[in-house]
């Protein structure tokens, strides 16, 4: 009898405690439902505003700088790789060097670069002026830089700041007349005859090969201005008031004449004189 009760009252109690069980079950199938429908919701907004993010700290590029970019994917991409980030072994990275350095390189025609030598050098350009304008903008918007201004380079310049400027910074080089000279490793500081003032100002500000960059803190725009009305106005005129420029290479040429013709001349007088004692 003791044993039907105590069966009775088991059973009672594990009917009971079913309505319990399932209602924990309800709850935490709730719950997952909860947990999933938030993960949906937060997938779904970062769906829809992670382009406007990404978009933000990309903003499209100008008309002219989409030209530079089409331009770009042609005839620099192999070596500066894609967004000019730079190919190891091949090329640097272009971010950061400003569209001055894009118009040095480019428009004096150092690059494309035909080969890899121990430095590029100057040939007649394979873009225009205005393909040139628009890579140096892609190149600016893509990674900023320096760059050259616009307008007259000249304006106000004193010729004899620049000249004492230019025997200062650049003739160590360059040579006192312009005429360039070689420099250590096969490199070799180019002439500067053929240099527009662009181009000139250009360097300045990019540092092309081993010249030092010369930043608005270290020459400032009025500097530079005298410095290349010194180069074009005075250095590129057909007087030279030494007499003989020899090439304009500075005292490498000069003291090969002295060599050549002093010395030689000195040796023949003497021996003329000898011969007549």
């Not at 594990?14 to 999933?36: D, I, K, Y």
């Not at 350095?101 to 690059?111: K, T």
């Not at 005429?179 to 181009?199: E, F, M, N, W």
């Amino acid at each position: 009898m003791t044993s039907d009760n105590d069966r009775r009252r088991g059973l009672l109690a594990r009917l009971r405690g079913r309505p319990v069980a399932r209602s924990r079950g309800r709850r935490r199938l709730g719950a997952a439902v909860r947990l999933a429908a938030a993960l949906m919701l937060a997938g779904g907004a970062y769906t829809v505003f992670a382009p406007g993010v990404q978009a933000q700290d990309n903003p499209p590029l100008s008309a002219a700088a989409n030209e530079g970019k089409a331009l770009f994917d042609v005839s620099c991409v192999t070596c500066h790789g894609r967004n000019a980030q730079g190919v190891e072994g091949r090329g640097p990275s272009l971010i950061g060097v400003g569209s001055a350095s894009v118009e040095f390189q480019v428009s004096s025609g150092r690059m494309p670069m035909a080969r890899q030598e121990a430095q590029a050098m100057r040939k007649p350009p394979a873009f225009t002026d205005e393909q040139v304008r628009q890579l140096g903008q892609y190149i600016q918007e893509l990674g900023g830089g320096p760059q050259v201004p616009q307008g007259d380079l000249r304006e106000g310049a004193n010729l004899s700041t620049g000249g004492e400027l230019f025997r200062i910074n650049c003739s160590q080089c360059h040579a006192f007349g312009a005429g360039g000279g070689a420099l250590s490793s096969g490199k070799y500081a180019p002439s500067l005859k053929p240099a527009s003032d662009r181009q000139i100002y250009a360097a300045m500000l990019s540092g092309p090969q081993n010249m030092p960059v010369f930043g608005d803190n270290q020459i400032t725009p009025e500097q530079k201005a005298d410095i290349i009305a010194y180069i074009q106005e005075n250095l590129k005129g057909t007087q030279d008031q030494g007499g003989f420029n020899l090439g304009r290479y500075g005292p490498s040429t000069e003291g090969l004449a002295i060599f050549l013709v002093g010395i030689v001349a000195l040796v023949f007088a003497s021996l003329w004189i000898a011969g007549k004692s």
